[in-house]
């Protein structure tokens, strides 16, 4: 099973930073990860899929990249609609989910 | 717009089997461009992918469920099925429906609301 792991678990941020989640995958998988916004009590939405594809609608200050192992999700200009927990996920046949990462307003 | 609406009981009995519907609208789930989903979320935790279908009725699904997992098609009413026997407290989550909208890969765009399933006696 490919394992993905998410740093960090949680992030305290303010309104105009510049945040950057990692997800690590145990075994090599390519571009093969998509990454999801959740707020509370909805669904999860697709940000990015392939690593670096943004979804349409998507605002351009979300920016995917890597590919092997390491990814990183950079929101470049926190805003108070992108307080969140975002997931990764491999794209592989059995897919799996990284733990999340929750980001906080300070 | 696509649209995907999950239905069934909220609440099962331990032992006992869950049932659910998605229903789906503003696409044919006979395309033969995508899959179909199902997602699961216990309260407070992460995602859990359970299985997928495409129009053909070939499924495959975690194999951590094992065989407790059963997927269908009912194309005269647009909507594709979950069943997971045997259910305890731990299948106690949010049930997610979605498209699946790539035939190699595993990406799911979009979701439906969710529904809340709880296992208790």
């Known amino acids: 099973d490919i394992q993905l792991t998410q740093s960090p678990s949680f992030l305290s941020a303010s309104v105009g930073d510049r945040v950057t989640i990692t997800c690590r995958a145990s075994q090599g998988i390519s571009t093969y990860l998509a990454w999801y916004q959740q707020k509370p009590g909805k669904a999860p939405q697709l940000l990015i899929y392939?690593?670096?594809t943004l979804q349409n609608g998507v605002p351009s200050r979300f920016t995917g990249s890597g590919s092997g192992t390491e990814f990183t999700l950079t929101i470049s200009g926190l805003q108070p609609e992108d307080f969140a927990t975002y997931y990764c996920?491999?794209?592989?046949?059995?897919?799996?989910f990284g733990q999340g990462t929750k980001v906080e307003i300070k | 717009q696509l649209q995907l609406q999950e239905s069934g009981p909220r609440l099962v009995k331990p032992s006992e089997t869950l049932s659910l519907s998605c229903t789906v609208s503003g696409a044919s789930i006979n395309s033969s461009s995508y899959f179909w989903g199902w997602i699961r979320q216990p309260p407070g935790k992460g995602l859990e992918w359970i299985g997928s279908?495409?129009?053909?009725?070939?499924?495959y699904h975690n194999p951590s469920l094992k065989s407790r997992v059963t997927m269908s098609l009912d194309s005269s009413k647009n909507q594709f099925s979950l069943k997971v026997t045997s259910v305890s407290a731990a299948d106690t989550a949010v049930y997610y429906c979605?498209?699946?909208?790539?035939?190699?890969?595993?990406?799911?765009?979009?979701w439906g609301q969710g529904i809340l399933v709880t296992v208790s006696s």
């Open positions: 979605a498209r699946r909208t790539s035939l190699l890969l595993n990406w799911f765009d979009p």
């Open positions: 996920q491999h794209l592989t046949r059995y897919t799996t």
């Open positions: 279908i495409y129009f053909t009725g070939i499924t």
């Open positions: 392939t690593a670096s």
